[in-house]
């Protein structure tokens, strides 16, 4: 009961506010009382009062978070193609409802891929969150990146006044990096190369990992006879190269003499080295091949020829043989040492041929003092003949040439007589000539000859011939003048003429020889004498050489003819001889 002019201020209300009445800015509280009056309680009395209670400013705002995925177990991605997952959650931060659709864009992906939530239909009340969702396919500049880093954009029309809200958010999806890359290297020949035949190498480079490689470069370092030195490879370096890619370049290398004499296989190592992304390592790989050449095979050919023989060989004639020394095998030879021999072609005679020195002439066209391959060195063999030489008809010439090869191996060739097919001797041979020239004459004899009285012959035995004879052996032939002979004949006794006491009459040398003979009345009967002499000896093959004398020249042989004058007389004597007494 409410007495006039009472109050009652017992009655009290609690309100939890409500979103909307943040969202309206204030709460507007109206109360209405109601009594009955107590004179008339079937009329009831009201009244109503309200009070406006202000709320909280409105402090809209928004935010997004952003979650970023890879297809690796560890959320990274590492191949281009991959696919990157992406949610992105938008957040009522402030404290009044949103109802205006947000607006998401990102740097990397295209509008039309990002998908969201509906807007719920009362608005995004403060906490409450919105979904969306995107993709985003890696490519290679990403991996070699090592990461996607995108930002997103969300805007919002401030529908409580004032700029748009926004948010802005920042996701990095790393890359795992594993640059490597192979090398091989190949060369289209390996066995048996021989001077001036190209080697073209073959180096494939292949990126076997997942980032591009950048700056590739080669540097094969080629080990010859020459030395170590860089091949040229065309198109080095490699400007880049995609994973999965590879490339080929090529190097050509033509092999030397001074390889094939060196004996070795030909080596190289390729050092590749390739620069990578950034904030990696640079990365190297190295590939070897090996290319043997063609085994050494070291060969001359000695040839030896007269071109002239003078047209009358005499003890002291000079005969020039020519020696050609040519190198027919695949490596490169010392000077080759020369070592000459003559022998006697029905010998041995002595004195035995002293073997002559071959004197170079031409042929190191380079100068270098080595018989290089192909090369033909020619020489000059000078010998001066003997009488011994001609006596055993004539000689044989061969030369033998030894030469080092560059591994320190012999090389040696015995000459063939103007061809290479062999190694037969160069002869000069000497047909004998043996003939003899045999004089007789009469040294000396009385002016009348008498009987007892002594007639001396002079005989001259010359060998005009090219060969040395036996000591000849002289056959006297004497007659009377009536054609009665004379036996025994007399003997010839030698006086002079073996200079050097070797008992063979040598070419050109003239033996002395006398005859005696003791005139008897019967060479004076018969009106003189007649006197020849034969001389016979033996060239060096056994052959007779003989000469019947002639009377004085040389013209034939004639006999020596002593004619004496008859000079008959007579003388008597008378005497008387008395027989003794008795």
């Known amino acids: 009961t409410l007495a006039p002019g009472e109050s009652d201020n017992t009655c009290t209300f609690s309100y939890v506010v409500q979103q909307s009445d943040i969202d309206n800015g204030e709460v507007l509280n109206e109360a209405t009382a109601t ?7 079937s009329n009831p009395l009201s009244f109503s009062d309200d009070i406006t209670i202000d709320g909280p400013d409105a402090e809209p705002s928004i935010g997004v978070a952003k979650l ?26 402030g404290n009044v409802t949103l109802t205006e659709t947000p607006t998401l864009t990102d740097d990397k992906i295209p509008a039309g891929n990002i998908s969201c939530d509906p807007m719920p239909a009362a608005g995004l009340a403060p906490t409450e969150t919105l979904e969306c969702t995107a993709t985003y396919t890696v490519d290679q500049d990403d991996v070699d990146a090592g990461s996607v880093t995108n930002i997103a954009d969300v805007t919002m029309v401030n529908e409580y006044g004032g700029a748009d809200l926004e948010a802005i958010v920042t996701e990095t999806v790393e890359s795992n990096r594993t640059p490597s890359f192979t090398v091989t290297k190949e060369a289209d020949v390996t066995t048996g190369l021989m001077v001036d035949e190209d080697i073209t190498y073959t180096y494939t480079i292949e990126n076997t990992g997942n980032t591009r490689l950048f700056n590739i470069t080669l540097d094969d370092q080629h080990t010859s006879a020459a030395g170590t030195s860089a091949l040229t490879i065309a198109g080095n370096p490699i400007a880049s190269l995609d994973p999965d890619s590879s490339v080929q370049l090529t190097a050509t290398y033509t092999v030397t003499q001074a390889d094939i004499d060196a004996g070795v296989a030909l080596t190289n190592t390729v050092t590749v080295d390739a620069e990578t992304p950034p904030g990696l390592d640079p990365i190297e790989e190295t590939a070897s091949e090996s290319v043997d050449v063609e085994a050494a095979d070291g060969s001359l050919e000695v040839i030896k020829t007269i071109p002239s023989i003078p047209a009358t ?6 005969l020039t043989f020519t020696v050609t020394v040519e190198n027919t095998g695949n490596v490169t030879l010392d000077a080759p040492v020369l070592t000459d021999t003559v022998t006697q072609i029905n010998g041995p005679i002595a004195p035995a041929p002293t073997n002559p020195s071959a004197s170079y002439v031409s042929g190191d066209t380079n100068t270098d003092d080595l018989l290089d391959v192909d090369e033909t060195w020619t020489y000059e063999v000078e010998y001066d003949l003997t009488q011994a030489d001609i006596d055993a008809g004539g000689i044989q010439n061969s030369v033998t040439a030894v030469a080092d090869d560059p591994q320190g191996g012999s090389v040696s060739d015995t000459s063939d007589n103007g061809a290479g097919d062999g190694d037969d001797p160069t002869p000069v041979a000497i047909a004998p000539a043996g003939s003899l020239e045999v004089l007789k004459t009469i040294r000396s004899v009385p002016a009348t000859p008498m009987v007892d009285d002594t007639i001396i012959y002079e005989i001259t035995v010359e060998n005009d011939c090219n060969v040395t004879l036996t000591a000849p052996v002289l056959v006297d032939t004497l007659t009377r003048a009536d054609g009665s002979s004379i036996t025994p004949a007399p ?19 003239t033996w002395v020889y006398r005859v005696e003979h003791t005139i008897t009345q019967d060479d004076i009967d018969a009106g003189g004498l007649n006197n020849t002499v034969t001389a016979n000896a033996n060239d060096p093959n056994g052959t007779t050489v003989s000469d019947v004398s002639d009377n004085g020249s040389s013209d034939g042989d004639d006999q020596t003819s002593l004619t004496i004058a008859e000079d008959p007389s007579l003388e008597a004597t008378n005497s008387m001889t008395t027989p003794p007494s008795a």
């Open 491 to 509: 003997s010839a006794i030698y006086e002079s003429g073996d200079g050097n006491g070797n008992s063979s009459l040598d070419v050109g040398e």
């Open 68 to 93: 970023g995925t890879g297809p690796l177990a560890d959320g990274n991605f590492d191949t281009a193609g991959q696919v990157l997952s992406y949610v992105y959650t938008i957040a009522n931060l």
């Open 35 to 41: 009594g009955e009056p107590a004179n008339d309680p």
């Open 313 to 318: 060989l005499m003890d002291g004639t000079t």
